[in-house]
């Protein structure tokens, strides 16, 4: 048996494991709490294309969640299309509103750009608290909007369940780790590497960065508003604190970074991690200590970052190696 | 016809006059290297040609074709490569990885690019150091993968700026039958270098700039024994490595 | 029009509040080039602390201030000595380190949610204070007192910062690891006791504009954040690293504020400050006053 092989088989179990879990977690309360963990999974992944490939630190992309949820939500309400649609249209939405924030932004240095993407996606969250209408298109400003479960299918993208939800956003996350895996592997994701390290030398090599970077964040913000259908699907009621909050854009920053950014296995990691952190302590101490998962992520991101700043995936995939290594001896060739 | 051009280039910043009204010309196959004491203003002419800010008068032909201001990814496509004088690996990456970057610049697909890369680091004798990080290299073999990065973009011109400097005597010996061995390949290589035994042994020609002005220009021979290179570099002899 | 004036004074009174909370965020980012993610909690730790200090002693809100500040001074040293040097350590090269952003972020999201923990979510206000609810009548103007005093401190507060960066040894020290810390090293100069130095000053003045606030403002945990983006918006119009910037910056802001809602809502006032914000950042990243980075 060869490395790869090892691998592959390594990742069917975990893909049987996953398939399965619905059939043995019967609870309601704990298969929400995975639909959430792998929709965090599913965002912090998307997120990474552009927070971990391109090397930059953008903390606003709960807005483009915020898109793809209201567009959606929209014209379904509105005109009756099919949330699978709007999905669609989202995303193409978001894409575009990705590229407008990122052509002047990623000019700017780091600290910079963090700035400028907060305040981009506080300012559309404040506009969106402010109108009721754009145009011929309702917002309903803070109060949000209701989505009425009245008709259920797959083709309406409703289910009264939320087993189909899970296989959805299991496939989602599936999708979204191939896709970033055949990124990572293909010349935009060398160039990206390169561009986010070196940009002289990559510049220097033929690597036109801004444009690089700027496809990473096409992509990454089309990804992005997927998740925000999917929000809207399975909870049925949006508002721009629920969707496009500051502290969902910290929240998915945080848990690729903890996980490690760059890499393609350390999203899901952070997620896997911190998720449950998150909705267990808000379940068992939400009363009596409130805000609690938050100092825990705090001090977990700070000791992360002092001790192990690529993230909690590096010591994993080193002591991965090293038993490849010792199994099948030689190098193991770097993911 | 002459692979690189470079007419009355002038090149200010502000009130400081980095080069003067300087004029090369670099033929196909030639290896002409740039020397001058520091500050004489050799890498602005280099960051001129290579894209990195254009001329502030002047001209820079490449192929015939007037490439002021374009950009280095564009020239890059074009045939010119570069290097850097202070070494910019991507360092968290393999070796292999950092030359498949410039690999690709000729080709979308991977395995091509891997397989272009590993010819490469065969050329230059680095190929058992493909796996190794290249943050974790030493400054010999980082100035090797310098060069092989970008070799692998497949250049018609190569401007290596300073690959020499921090080698020592044995390595420098190497590093020239290397850049030697490139002219076989159909290349033109235009270098800047301190070390003296190295360029004269290497060059064809050589330009001197002192203070952004061109005074010499000949056959190594010629200019060893110019005056005005010599005083130039007075203190400097011909010999120190 | 005589709304339009008292409503401009008031606001640039508010707004040289925000001067003063903002003050701190550009001396930290100016000499250590980072932007502290913190510095809302810090100020809203400055609040708390005036807050306890005039309940627990009965005295005049400006009076302790001696408490305040030496209890900042350390807080913010500390933090800086702990959490933040030793990043700078291990990543000596890069002249801007993201990470510490990250780090930043993170005391954040401890430093607010502790205190909403220890201090529960409530809004606090110092019933009875000696500023509480006064207005100075200027002719036909009503001039807010506690802000007038908030003015004072401001300036105040940014005089002595001038006077120390400009005319004490440690200030000049500040003022050359700002401009180059790596010749300020061999000068002799310990870069990270100035960095201690440094972020502990602009955690006292986060403390200065935590006790103006204290007669006037609610207390509660989340406060920092309102301050937190404010702040940085300031710093960015004014100039990172200067101080004049800061209380300029300040001083807009709250005008635009203040007058803003007079002619529109008060959200869509806030959705100019962020559009503002926006063009300087892409026009003129050095702001106002800046000193010009190689952004």
Known sequence: MNPSLYRKLLLIIAALIALGLPLVVTSATYLHILILLFLYAYLTTSWNLVGGFAGVLPLGHATFVGIGAYTSTILSLQYGISPWIGMLVGAVLSSIV???????TFKMRGAYFALATIAFAEGIRVMFENIDYLGPFQINGPRGLQIPPLKTGLAHFMFADKEPYYYIILAMLAGVLALTWVISRSKLGYYLVAGGEEPEAAQSLGVNVARAKLMAMAMSSFLTAFAGTFWAQFTLYIHPKSVMSLDISFEIAFIALIGGRGSIAGPVLGAMLLRPVSDFSRIYFGSTLPGLHLIIFGVVLILVMLFQPRGLQEPLTRAYRRVMNGRFGGKEAAA | MNILEIQQVKKYFGGIKAVESFSLNVGEGEIVGLIGPNGAGKST????????????SGDILFLGEKINGQKPWDLCHKGLARTFQIVKPFASRTVLY????????????????????????????????KDLRAGNLTIADRKRLEIAKALATQPKLLLLDEVMAGLRPTEVD???????????????????????????????RIAVLHFGTKIAEGTPQEIARDERVIKAYLGEDYGAA | MLFILEDTINGILMGSIYGLAALGLTLIFGVLKVINFAHGSLLMVGMYVAYWAVILTGMHPYLVLVIVVPIMFVFGYLLQDILIKPIFKAEKDVREPITVIIVTTGVWYILDNLSLLVFGPQYRNIQGNPLQGKMLEFGDMM?????????????????LVYLFLQKTRMGRAVRATSLDREAASLQGINQYKIYNVTFGIGTAVAGVA????????????????????????????????????????????????SVGPQFMTATWTEAIVYGLFLVFLFLKPSGLFGVKYDW
Do not use: Q
């Not at chain 2, 590093?175 to 190295?198: C, D, N, P, Q, S």
């Open chain 1, 98 to 104: 990705g590229v407008i924030i990122g052509l002047p």
């Open chain 2, 45 to 56: 002419l280099f960051n001129c040609v290579a894209g990195v800010f254009p001329p502030t």
């Open chain 2, 98 to 129: 950092n030359v498949v970057v410039g690999a690709f610049a000729t080709t979308d697909k991977r395995s091509e690019a891997e397989t272009r890369a590993l010819e490469v680091l065969r050329h230059l004798r680095m190929e058992e150091k």
């Open chain 2, 174 to 204: 190497e590093m020239v039958a290397i850049i030697k061995h490139l002219r076989e390949y159909g290349m033109t290589i235009f270098v800047i270098e301190h070390i003296m035994r190295a360029i004269m042994a290497l060059s064809d």
């Open chain 3, 143 to 159: 001039i807010s007192v506690p802000k007038l005093w908030g003015f004072c401190a401001a300036i105040i507060t940014a005089a």
């Open chain 3, 210 to 257: 935590g006790a103006a606030l204290v007669p006037f403002f609610n207390i509660f945990p989340s406060v920092g954040v309102l301050f937190d983006i404010k702040c940085f918006i300031i710093v960015v119009l004014g100039g990172l690293g200067s101080i004049g910037g800061a209380l300029l910056g300040g001083m807009i802001v709250g005008v635009i504020e």
